[in-house]
Nanobody
Framework: QVQLVESGGGLVQAGDSLRLSCAAS????????MGWFRQSPGKEREFVAA???????FYADSVKGRFTISRDSAKNTVYLQMNSLKPEDTAVYYC??????????????????WGQGTQVTVSS
């Protein structure tokens, strides 16, 4: 059974940094993409960032230049380094994995496995 377990969320002030981690229970180096989504109350789950199997990355415009995603295949872990956090970054952050895809997956329905989510709260 595949499990994705997130950690690293918390309460911080605007301008602070946090690093989220997502550890998989199986080998992930062949998975097409590992990504992060977030969801705040009353809003749909939105794409944040993804790291492709070949090494490329992609970011939502709202986080570009502030967040960095990285994959450690040896540890079956994906990270999201979040800098210069803003109150609007407050959300539950979910790790997701797309085992295979015909094109770069940016939508939640394109991902096969999900973590349980970790809360990030940024105070002003």
């Amino acid at each position: 059974q595949v499990q994705l377990v997130e950690s690293g969320g918390g309460l911080v002030q605007a301008g602070d940094s946090l690093r989220l981690s997502c550890a998989a229970s199986v080998r992930t180096n062949n998975w097409y993409a590992m990504g992060w989504f977030r969801q705040s109350p009353g809003k749909e789950r939105e794409f944040v960032a993804a790291a492709w199997r070949g090494g490329g990355t992609f970011y939502a415009d709202s986080v570009k230049g502030r967040f960095t995603i990285s994959r450690d295949s040896a540890k079956n872990t994906v990270y999201l380094q979040m800098n210069s956090l803003k109150p609007e970054d407050t959300a539950v952050y979910y790790c997701a994995a797309a085992v295979e895809s015909s094109m770069a997956p940016l939508r939640s329905y394109e991902y096969h496995y999900w973590g349980q989510g970790t809360q990030v709260t940024v105070s002003s």
